[in-house]
């Protein structure tokens, strides 16, 4: 009888930690595929640039808008998850994914890529803390050390596959421009009906208050503050620069025309940027900041010398450097946030930085845009190459030696 009672037990723990498990994977699965509408228009600029006639300048502001959306989500809805539950805001990325998507489908001039931009960021701003912090409550025990990797690889692993997805359907499917989106929303409704089905981790409680997060960094944490944004600034540049003007680079400079390794050079980027935060995940960030920021400064030499010998092998080379780069020091800069605020105050200190990162990959994206129409674009990259590794090398000096870095 005791017997049956332990085999029992054993089953429905089992059980448990199955549905666990389950809930777990959607939980991931839900956050790749939202992130993965983000990407989506990166190799398709090019085609909307000729259908609509505007130019590279505006390509780039087309694609920095999204940042927006991803900074108002963050100071406006950053805490609702904490207040009515984890899966009515992953619905509502989700939604807003959608109705980006159906914006695309339609669209029929600036207005319209415009408005499917913000809502693009709106969905990532809103599910990106919400799904990490779900993956993380729905994790079985046996992968709760790993849930926040996890987390991050859905993230990046969702934004690496947008492009790729993108380039292949825009240069083998029909209907270029609208075909990448009508197969992003079969994969959002399919994303919808796992969260309908997830377990709730979390309890509503207290009515919900639409007020911008403040964005303060308290006096103690300043010092490791800004060198960790410095840092993260300068990799999340680079990822701008790769999703918003490497088809230009591409076309322009290296004469490839091809949407689909328009989208490959981005996967590569992304997926290297996983490789590098995995690697990071036991070294100190007190180490794996400045490394990352030295490596990132590689990739940045691999960059300038693709554009200056019209290179393909370079930049690919120079993509999975930077992408190892970028990773190492995002891991590094909020390891070194979290550890480095009062407990009450990370969240509020970790969005800011946040906001801080996604006005890295929205406002230099921009400046090389004006800066290609004046100086032209192997000049306006390789400028911008010079910017960030700069950047990162202020980042690595700070770091090593912290007594160098100005009081605050």
């Known amino acids: 009888m005791t017997r049956e009672r332990d085999t029992a037990a054993e089953l429905s723990g089992r059980r448990s930690e199955s549905t666990s498990t389950w809930a777990f994977c959607a939980a991931a699965g839900a956050l790749a595929v939202t992130m993965t509408g983000t990407t989506l228009p990166t190799p398709l600029y090019g085609l909307y640039e000729h259908r609509f006639g505007f130019g590279g300048l505006m390509a780039t502001v087309v694609y920095a808008i999204y940042a927006v959306g991803v900074i108002a989500a963050l100071l406006l809805f950053g805490q609702w998850s904490d207040q009515v539950g984890r899966r009515p805001l992953l619905l509502a990325a989700i939604l807003l994914s959608a109705l980006s998507a159906v914006t695309f489908v339609v669209t029929d001039g600036l207005a319209l890529l415009f408005a499917g931009r913000v809502l693009s960021g709106l969905s990532a701003g809103v599910v990106t803390g919400t799904a990490t912090a779900a993956i993380i409550e729905l994790a079985p025990p046996k992968h709760r050390r790993a849930a926040p990797l996890v987390a991050t690889a859905a993230n990046m692993g969702g934004l690496g596959c947008g492009p790729l997805l993108a380039g292949i359907l825009a240069q083998y499917a029909p209907q270029p421009l609208r075909m990448p989106f009508t197969v992003d929303l079969a994969l959002l409704v399919a994303a919808g009906l796992l969260v309908l089905l997830l377990p709730e981790t979390v309890r509503a409680s207290g009515p919900l208050r639409l007020r911008p ?125 979290s550890e480095q605020s009062p407990p009450r105050r990370r969240a509020e200190i970790t969005s800011t930085l946040f906001v801080a990162l996604y006005v890295g990959i929205s406002v230099p994206v921009v400046g090389i845009g004006a800066c290609a129409q004046m100086l032209g674009l192997r000049t306006a990259g390789v400028v911008f190459a010079a910017c960030v590794a700069l950047l990162a090398l202020l980042a690595a000096v700070r770091v090593a030696h912290p007594a160098a870095a100005p009081a605050r």
């Open 213 to 337: 997060q403040p964005l303060r960094v308290p006096r103690e944490a300043r010092g490791a503050f800004v060198s960790a944004a410095i840092a993260g600034f300068a990799g999340f540049a680079t990822l701008g620069l790769f999703t918003s003007v490497s088809p230009s680079f591409l076309a322009q400079i290296l004469g490839v025309r091809s949407a689909a390794l328009s989208g490959l050079v981005v996967f590569v980027l992304f997926a290297a940027s996983t490789a590098g935060q995995l690697a990071t995940a036991r070294v100190r960030a007190g180490h794996a900041l400045p490394v990352g920021c030295v490596v990132l400064i590689l990739g940045m030499i691999l960059i300038t010398a693709s554009l200056l010998f019209t290179s393909l092998v370079l930049l690919l080379v120079g993509a999975v450097v930077t992408g190892a780069g970028q990773g190492m020091g995002f891991r590094a800069a909020i390891t070194t946030v």
